[in-house]
C-alpha cells in the first residue's frame, strides 16, 4: 500500500551534522503525518520528532535545540536535519508514516531504518 525509505544515516563525530530523508510512496492520497523515531540496541524505541499537516512539529526533549525536521507534504517526504550530534544519538532511525490512501483509509507504516553512529 504505502512504501516508506530513509536515507542519509552514516557515521560521524560527536558535534557533526548529518541529514536524513524520507520518502514515502504508494496508493497515497495524502500524508496526515510523518514522525522520526530511533532504537538503540537494548533500548526501547522513542519518538524524536513528529510533524502533522496541521502545521506543528514537536521534538523530544533530548534533541530539542539541535534536531529540525521538515516536510514536504507535497513530495511525501521528510527530513530531519541533526546537528551537535552526541554519542547517545547513535541509533537506527525509523520513519513512521501515517497516510489516508485513495479508498480513504488511514494506513500506518515505517521503513528499515538508517544507521546514525556518533563517535566520541
Known amino acids: 500500500q504505502v512504501q516508506v525509505m530513509e536515507s542519509g544515516g552514516g557515521l560521524v563525530h560527536a558535534g557533526e551534522s548529518l541529514r536524513l530523508s524520507c520518502v514515502a510512496s504508494?496508493?497515497?492520497?495524502?500524508?496526515?503525518?510523518m514522525e522520526w523515531y530511533r532504537q538503540a540496541p537494548g533500548r526501547q524505541r522513542e519518538l524524536v520528532a513528529e510533524f502533522t499537516t496541521t502545521g506543528s512539529t514537536n521534538y523530544a526533549d533530548a534533541v530539542q535545540g539541535r534536531f529540525t525536521m521538515s516536510a514536504d507534504i507535497s513530495k511525501n517526504t521528510a527530513y530531519l536535519q541533526m546537528n551537535s550530534l552526541k554519542s547517545e544519538d547513535t541509533a537506527n532511525y525509523y520513519c513512521?508514516?501515517?497516510?489516508?490512501?485513495?479508498?480513504?483509509?488511514?494506513?500506518?507504516?515505517w521503513g528499515q531504518g538508517t544507521q546514525v553512529t556518533v563517535s566520541s
Open positions: 513512521e508514516v501515517r497516510a489516508i490512501l485513495q479508498n480513504r483509509l488511514t494506513y500506518t507504516t
Open positions: 504508494g496508493s497515497i492520497f495524502r500524508i496526515d503525518a
